[in-house]
T-cell receptor, first 111, second 114 residues
Framework: QKEVEQNSGPLSVPEGAIASLNCTYS??????FFWYRQYSGKSPELIMS????GDKEDGRFTAQLNKASQYVSLLIRDSQPSDSATYLC???????????FGKGTLLTVNP | DADVTQTPRNRITKTGKRIMLECSQT?????MYWYRQDPGLGLRLIYY???????NKGEISDGYSVSRQAQAKFSLSLESAIPNQTALYFC?????????????FGPGTRLTVL
């Protein structure tokens, strides 16, 4: 069974710091990886996608992928209180167009 | 703005009742999905569809059925609702991109079965 593991948190960081969110996955044939942000009571919002080993940057967000270690991470620079949310890691395996989601990490950014 | 909409947004019903949750999208995506989200269990896939003639079960399809009435519409039915189907339900659509199958979620339906 495909598994996606995340530390449930809460992860607490001060405003302006770097928040680091981690995710591991079990299916070695996984091709694409996604990070979603979900505010309490709201729907998940796609913030980053990555499919090649290495780093991908978009504004304050950087996704990092290491397929050999089956590990994907999300860095949030200059964290803001508005970044406080649950971050979901999602993994797409092979060509089945389905995503397997982790249970999410709750991030709290303290002013 | 291209969007994914869900109706109703909130629903309270009784055990044994038939319930239909509807999803519409103006994104022009072929792929549509139904998920439920429960505290501590995360998002779990109920059904998915790649076009009007293609319906597939997800990991937790028992007790649910779906209908893909058109490319833009995908409905989820609970034939006889039970309390453990109380959850937050999300519809999602997807497009293919260089980075894979990016999914976009509707606002959700909060369903309570008494």
């Amino acid at each position: 069974q495909k598994e996606v593991e995340q530390n449930s948190g809460p992860l607490s960081v001060p405003e302006g710091a770097i928040a680091s969110l981690n995710c591991t996955y079990s299916d070695r044939v996984s091709q694409s990886f996604f990070w979603y942000r979900q505010y309490s009571g709201k729907s998940p919002e796609l913030i980053m996608s990555i499919y090649s080993n290495g780093d991908k940057e978009d504004g304050r967000f950087t996704a990092q992928l290491n397929k050999a270690s089956q590990y994907v991470s999300l860095l949030i620079r200059d964290s803001q209180p508005s970044d406080s949310a649950t971050y979901l890691c999602a993994v797409e395996g092979g060509s089945n167009y389905k995503l397997t989601f982790g249970k999410g990490t709750l991030l709290t950014v303290n002013p | 703005d291209a969007d994914v909409t869900q109706t109703p947004r909130n629903r309270i019903t009784k055990t044994g009742k038939r319930i239909m949750l509807e999803c519409s999208q103006t994104k022009g995506h072929d792929r549509m999905y139904w998920y439920r989200q429960d505290p501590g269990l995360g998002l779990r896939l109920i059904y998915y569809s790649f076009d009007v003639k293609d319906i597939n079960k997800g990991e937790i399809s028992d007790g649910y059925s779906v209908s893909r009435q058109a490319q833009a519409k995908f409905s989820l039915s609970l034939e006889s609702a039970i309390p453990n189907q109380t959850a937050l339900y999300f519809c999602a659509t997807a497009r293919a991109s260089r980075s894979g199958n990016e999914q976009f979620f509707g606002p959700g339906t909060r369903l309570t079965v008494l």
